[in-house]
């Protein structure tokens, strides 16, 4: 194989992408570049590789032995860079690197979990660093913290992997809603009994279906979901009872859209982590995220 220089990197990055993308198609989207460009970037890949990385054609896309090898070299190329980044920071005035961060969807509007927040937080003017922010669901974002790759994630974390530091960070207070033009909209909560209850439709958290119908005493779920946007769909359509966390509920109930049922009843917290690697705990970029959190309670 020849050396490889300074422009490889891209080249590198690009391939990184198309094999994450599972395909061209997806990898079109992301960088933003045409499936011409792509080819002739991994073509000249290969070429400076000198073998071939990936099968592709119009319906599969699979790396070859190579292809593996490469994409695993270059996952760990890019982080050992931005470790790297990070190391120099430490000793610099500023800190600098790249921060691949994960969080739960659905917390955009939550003045505690909205990332929005802690990013305004973080742009200081004499720090110079790259955010690859991702939304995901809790085991989702766990596995990839695992996987490294993400640097640290916030969100309803609970698979307590070894060799991840759980941070209490929020608890989340979610209701019991439906839409109007459900039967129940209209109906005082006095009258709404177990059996009543029992009588709807219910749509469920996929990633925590037990854990809804038992908090219900549901009998069985009528459908579920994997984001919070799609059970908004299914509450606002009229025909099911759901879980929403209240600060995204928040603005339907105040338009007359949605009610919570009987909220005394049916509540619960969705406790969030901050979680990421011990190995990085010390890494200035982790802190500097870390002190950028707004202050909450886990009460």
């Not at 079109?28 to 099968?55: D, F, M, P, W, Y």
């Not at 207070?173 to 009543?196: E, M, N, W």
């Not at 928040?250 to 979680?275: C, E, L, Q």
Request: glycine share 8%.
């Amino acid at each position: 194989m020849r050396r490889l220089d300074n422009i490889d990197l891209r080249l590198l990055r690009v391939f990184v992408v198309l094999v994450d993308s599972n395909g061209f198609s997806e990898a079109q989207i992301t960088l933003n570049l045409s499936q011409s460009t792509l080819s002739t970037h991994l073509a000249e890949l290969e070429k400076r590789v000198g073998a071939r990385l990936c099968l592709r054609g119009r319906h599969k896309f699979r790396l070859t032995d190579v292809g593996q090898a490469t994409y695993d070299a270059a996952r760990k190329l890019f982080a050992d860079i931005d470790d790297f980044q990070g190391r120099i920071s430490a000793v610099s005035r500023g800190i600098t690197g790249r921060l691949k961060v994960g969080a739960s969807e659905g917390v955009f509007t939550s003045p505690h979990l909205g990332m929005q927040k802690i990013i305004a937080r973080l742009m200081k003017p004499d720090f110079d660093i790259f955010v690859d922010l991702v939304l995901g669901t809790p085991s989702e974002l766990e596995q990839r913290l695992a996987d490294g790759d993400r640097d640290i994630v916030l969100g309803p974390l609970t698979q307590k992997i070894d060799g991840i530091v759980y941070r209490p960070y929020y608890n989340e207070p979610h209701y019991l809603y439906c839409g109007k033009g459900h039967p129940l909209f209209a109906r005082r909560d006095s009258t709404i009994t177990q059996d009543v209850i029992d009588g709807t439709r219910f749509s469920v958290r996929a990633y925590r279906q037990f854990d809804d119908l038992f908090r219900v005493g549901h009998p069985r779920a009528a459908a579920s979901i994997m984001q919070m946007e799609a059970q908004l769909m299914m509450i606002l359509s009229g025909h099911f009872i759901g879980f929403l966390p209240d600060h995204y509920a928040d603005r339907w109930v105040k338009d007359g859209m949605m009610r919570a049922i009987r909220p005394r009843s049916y509540t619960f917290r969705s406790f969030h982590n901050i979680a990421f690697r011990n190995s990085d705990a010390e890494r200035p970029v982790i802190k500097a995220f870390l002190e950028c959190l707004p202050r909450t309670t886990t009460q």
